[in-house]
């Protein structure tokens, strides 16, 4: 037997081979340890977000290029002794020539973050750290998911670290509690033990009653004229002496309640429309319980936009009805469109989306709530509850923004005594639904870790979804600060049906961008002209032309374009669906 030879260090075929054998099989070690732990029952509750295997990967990933961390650091310090430098020449009242990099941060907006130079060190300090991380866990080897993940993970941390979230570090807070001689702590205290107590220590968005749907949300007008096991379809009443032809049906989410299309006088869509002479439709889904656990897609296809497009134009003896969809509901309906055209049904004559991904290659921040790890998890929930619970859609939704939805109000309720503020939107956000287990699962598989409807591949019902034979003109909306539905995947899903589309592109985020009723501030742009859309956004965002007013305006052309002359207005209902309630109906009022 030859005698074993231990490999020269430089050596062709040395240390790297045998390095890269190791970690080849730690590697394997690792996946096959953390997915254990991750289907483990202890570990999800534990890691609710399935951040400890990317974490555990992207650190072990830093440790093996201590040269790249090393230099990462060695930045930071030389930024942070530039810092020290120039906080030091503003205390003793000079002018320092050092100016910081960082953008605006609504959390810094006091006064003293620029003019107090200890507190302008501790606010140039912190941001030096959140770089040096983030830019740590950026420049690691691991796949774009696991580095998707470790990233919001290290960023949820630099989150809670922040100096605003102290009392010590906020000057805001130091003022109010001086000014009231310690009562605003004192309510602080007290706010924090009942939020711990009633909301799963989480600081309240708003106050329980601040606003009522039926009373001073989603009140226009209308009747529920039609009910099933899943929906309940509202007609609402003209406010025009005549209105168009063809009929408008909306198609909201089942993740939250319809109501963000009717929030309020003023800021309600529906209204909007119906004043802009539109007959107009909705479908108010039930809220799911542990029996409807069995419920598919199929179903809300069928028993949703399909049930409600008989009853419509059985009501208004229309031919066609114009279809809108918002987010998730803005999906179905182009399933809808695509079911439609395999059955040979010829029943839109045109559809609007708003905020709506049908292309989900890349989802966003929402990407790192549907890989394969926090869909198991999620799926072990569900086939215990029958349905995902509203908490879980609900903290995942304020961990895309934990600056604006929980720290925030961390520190307004909980450091200085104050009791949210009545606000119609944040009182609709807090009034979330449930998911029936087969269809959320269904959902997640199919669209986000699938991308079935993008790829033609996506069956309901029977039938397979083409979205190239979806040939009405099509109305997109999206909004440049959705962290939900990123405008550019949103466009690249408008790129993908055969027939005319207009892409807008408005101002806000994703609810606000909806509830965008005229004002100084609406911004949108959109590429005049029957012009094709570039493959490139960047190339259409160049080319489009910024108006300084809302999309609604916009769209209240175009739609009215689409729904043919005017007519007087049908009755409210017809023999065969008579009214049963006056809006906003009982399904809405399911807690």
């Given at each position: 037997?030859?005698?074993?030879?231990?490999?020269?260090?430089?050596?062709?075929?040395?240390?790297?081979?045998?390095?890269?054998?190791?970690?080849?099989?730690?590697?394997?070690?690792?996946?096959?340890?953390?997915?254990?732990?991750?289907?483990?029952?202890?570990?999800?509750?534990?890691?609710?977000?399935?951040?400890?295997?990317?974490?555990?990967?992207?650190?072990?990933?830093?440790?093996?290029?201590?040269?790249?961390?090393?230099?990462?650091?060695?930045?930071?310090?030389?930024?942070?002794?530039?810092a020290t430098t120039a906080a030091t020449v503003r205390a003793v009242g000079g002018s320092p020539s050092y100016a910081p990099q960082h953008g605006k941060d609504r959390r810094f907006?006091?006064?003293?973050?620029?003019?107090?130079?200890?507190?302008?060190?501790?606010?140039?300090?912190?941001?030096?750290?959140?770089?040096?991380?983030?830019?740590?866990?950026?420049?690691?080897?691991?796949?774009?998911?696991?580095?998707?993940?470790?990233?919001?993970?290290?960023?949820?941390?630099?989150?809670?670290?922040?100096?605003?979230?102290?009392?010590?570090?906020?000057?805001?807070?130091?003022?109010?509690?001086?000014?009231?001689?310690?009562?605003?702590?004192?309510?602080?205290?007290?706010?924090?033990?009942?939020?711990?107590?009633?909301?799963?220590?989480?600081?309240?968005?708003?106050?329980?009653?601040?606003?009522?749907?039926?009373?001073?949300?989603?009140?226009?007008?209308?009747?529920?004229?039609?009910?099933?096991?899943?929906?309940?379809?509202?007609?609402?009443?003209?406010?025009?002496?005549?209105?168009?032809?063809?009929?408008?049906?909306?198609?909201?989410?089942?993740?939250?309640?319809?109501?963000?299309?009717?929030?309020?006088?003023?800021?309600?869509?529906?209204?909007?429309?119906?004043?802009?002479?539109?007959?107009?439709?909705?479908?108010?889904?039930?809220?799911?319980?542990?029996?409807?656990?069995?419920?598919?897609?199929?179903?809300?296809?069928?028993?949703?936009?399909?049930?409600?497009?008989?009853?419509?134009?059985?009501?208004?003896?229309?031919?066609?009805?114009?279809?809108?969809?918002?987010?998730?509901?803005?999906?179905?309906?182009?399933?809808?469109?695509?079911?439609?055209?395999?059955?040979?049904?010829?029943?839109?004559?045109?559809?609007?989306?708003?905020?709506?991904?049908?292309?989900?290659?890349?989802?966003?921040?929402?990407?790192?709530?549907?890989?394969?790890?926090?869909?198991?998890?999620?799926?072990?929930?569900?086939?215990?509850?029958?349905?995902?619970?509203?908490?879980?859609?609900?903290?995942?939704?304020?961990?895309?923004?934990?600056?604006?939805?929980?720290?925030?109000?961390?520190?307004?309720?909980?450091?200085?005594?104050?009791?949210?503020?009545?606000?119609?939107?944040?009182?609709?956000?807090?009034?979330?639904?449930?998911?029936?287990?087969?269809?959320?699962?269904?959902?997640?598989?199919?669209?986000?870790?699938?991308?079935?409807?993008?790829?033609?591949?996506?069956?309901?019902?029977?039938?397979?979804?083409?979205?190239?034979?979806?040939?009405?003109?099509?109305?997109?909306?999206?909004?440049?600060?959705?962290?939900?539905?990123?405008?550019?995947?949103?466009?690249?899903?408008?790129?993908?049906?055969?027939?005319?589309?207009?892409?807008?592109?408005?101002?806000?985020?994703?609810?606000?961008?909806?509830?965008?009723?005229?004002?100084?501030?609406?911004?949108?742009?959109?590429?005049?002209?029957?012009?094709?859309?570039?493959?490139?956004?960047?190339?259409?965002?160049?080319?489009?032309?910024?108006?300084?007013?809302?999309?609604?305006?916009?769209?209240?052309?175009?739609?009215?374009?689409?729904?043919?002359?005017?007519?007087?207005?049908?009755?409210?209902?017809?023999?065969?669906?008579?009214?049963?309630?006056?809006?906003?109906?009982?399904?809405?009022?399911?807690?």
């Amino acid at each position: 037997m030859s005698e074993a030879r231990i490999p020269e260090p430089n050596a062709d075929e040395g240390w790297d081979n045998i390095d890269e054998a190791v970690r080849d099989q730690y590697g394997q070690l690792l996946t096959a340890g953390t997915n254990l732990l991750s289907d483990s029952e202890i570990m999800g509750r534990l890691d609710p977000l399935s951040l400890f295997s990317p974490l555990l990967r992207t650190s072990l990933s830093t440790a093996s290029h201590l040269d790249k961390v090393m230099g990462v650091w060695a930045r930071a310090a030389g930024e942070m002794v530039r810092a020290t430098t120039a906080a030091t020449v503003r205390a003793v009242g000079g002018s320092p020539s050092y100016a910081p990099q960082h953008g605006k941060d609504r959390r810094f907006a006091d006064p003293a973050w620029t003019e107090n130079a200890g507190y302008w060190w501790l606010r140039e300090i912190y941001h030096d750290c959140e770089q040096a991380l983030l830019e740590m866990v950026r420049d690691t080897d691991t796949p774009p998911a696991v580095k998707q993940k470790a990233e919001f993970a290290v960023q949820l941390l630099i989150d809670a670290l922040s100096p605003t979230n102290f009392i010590l570090g906020n000057p805001t807070v130091i003022k109010k509690a001086l000014d009231t001689g310690g009562l605003s702590l004192a309510k602080g205290l007290r706010n924090f033990i009942h939020d711990l107590r009633t909301n799963q220590g989480v600081p309240r968005q708003v106050v329980p009653g601040a606003h009522t749907v039926g009373v001073d949300m989603a009140i226009t007008p209308g009747k529920v004229v039609f009910r099933n096991e899943l929906m309940e379809l509202i007609q609402y009443e003209p406010s025009t002496p005549e209105v168009h032809q063809i009929p408008l049906l909306f198609s909201p989410p089942w993740i939250n309640k319809y109501y963000i299309m009717d929030l309020a006088p003023g800021r309600s869509l529906v209204q909007w429309a119906v004043d802009h002479g539109h007959t107009a439709f909705m479908i108010s889904y039930r809220n799911p319980d542990e029996q409807m656990r069995h419920v598919k897609m199929d179903d809300y296809l069928i028993s949703g936009p399909i049930a409600a497009l008989e009853v419509v134009r059985n009501i208004t003896g229309a031919e066609k009805v114009n279809l809108l969809g918002l987010c998730l509901g803005g999906t179905l309906t182009m399933a809808t469109l695509a079911y439609l055209d395999a059955v040979g049904m010829d029943l839109i004559n045109s559809a609007t989306f708003l905020n709506t991904l049908i292309d989900f290659s890349e989802p966003g921040l929402l990407g790192v709530f549907t890989d394969e790890a926090s869909i198991r998890r999620l799926e072990r929930t569900m086939k215990r509850t029958g349905f995902l619970p509203k908490e879980e859609m609900q903290r995942s939704f304020n961990l895309l923004r934990t600056n604006d939805l929980i720290w925030n109000y961390a520190v307004s309720s909980w450091l200085m005594g104050e009791e949210p503020q009545a606000f119609d939107l944040l009182s609709w956000n807090n009034d979330s639904t449930r998911m029936p287990a087969e269809m959320h699962s269904f959902y997640l598989r199919s669209c986000y870790v699938g991308n079935e409807l993008a790829r033609g591949v996506m069956e309901l019902a029977g039938q397979r979804l083409d979205l190239e034979k979806v040939d009405q003109d099509l109305y997109f909306l999206s909004a440049e600060q959705d962290h939900i539905a990123p405008w550019r995947s949103s466009y690249a899903g408008a790129r993908l049906p055969g027939g005319n589309v207009r892409f807008v592109l408005s101002n806000s985020g994703h609810i606000a961008g909806i509830v965008n009723p005229p004002s100084p501030k609406s911004v949108h742009h959109v590429l005049e002209g029957d012009k094709a859309l570039p493959a490139d956004p960047e190339k259409w965002l160049a080319a489009a032309t910024m108006h300084r007013m809302t999309w609604w305006e916009d769209w209240a052309t175009w739609i009215a374009d689409h729904a043919g002359p005017m007519r007087k207005p049908p009755r409210m209902g017809s023999r065969k669906y008579r009214p049963i309630a006056d809006a906003p109906g009982t399904y809405v009022l399911e807690t």
